[in-house]
């Protein structure tokens, strides 16, 4: 009865020891322009032996699912602003087309193996998408009388993890500068000509 146990053990202990385990490489680009497409890169290090999938969301909604094993291996799921190209995606790559303002977000790839693992890593990063030129809006007023007062005007959206601050320039010239994660959040070079309030 010793010897039995003592081998059982030794089994067990051989089966914990071949769990297979695995990094992943994510690439999603930091900030893109409207209007163009993106291409949005996750795999692991090593693949596994067992079957596996991986899943694809955005701001924790799931946009694209990919099983390399079987038969169905890709599925694209409606989400506002993105638009997947099925037939250019594949397990490692997902191709992105058109991208609008709406498609930033925290994008997260998933990639889990099956039984008797059952090992799931994550990687996420967060992607901006930039209006085009075309799509700022120009001041009302061109032109101004002297002395009078001026308000400029940027809109964006500050709860964004990866947004370090916005900047104001004159002719190459900074003189405004918002931190919104820093303290003091607001700081102002000299500029000859401009008072600021």
């Known amino acids: 009865m010793e010897v039995l146990l003592v081998l059982s053990c030794f089994v067990l202990l051989i089966g914990i020891d071949n769990v297979e385990s695995f990094s992943v490489r994510l690439e999603v680009p930091k900030a893109v322009e409207e209007g163009g497409d993106v291409e949005l890169r996750c795999h692991p290090d090593v693949i596994p032996q067992r079957p596996f999938n991986i899943r694809w969301t955005r701001n924790n909604d799931v946009f694209f699912t990919s099983f390399p094993r079987e038969l169905h291996t890709k599925t694209k799921y409606n ?98 500068r918002f931190r919104p994660r820093q303290m003091p959040y607001k700081e102002v070079f000299p500029l000859a000509g401009v008072r600021f309030d």
């Open 79 to 176: 989400a506002p602003g993105i638009n997947v190209d099925l037939e250019k995606s594949s397990s490692s790559v997902v191709l992105l087309r058109q991208v609008s303002v709406e498609t930033s977000g925290r994008y997260a790839c998933e990639v889990s193996t099956g039984a008797p693992a059952f090992i799931t890593v994550t990687k996420w990063a967060n992607m901006t998408v930039i209006a085009s030129e075309e799509e700022v809006k120009k001041p009302e007023r061109r032109y101004v009388m002297v002395g009078s007062k001026v308000e400029l005007r940027c809109d964006c959206d500050t709860s964004m993890t990866d947004l370090s601050s916005i900047k104001w320039y004159h002719h190459n010239h900074e003189f405004f």
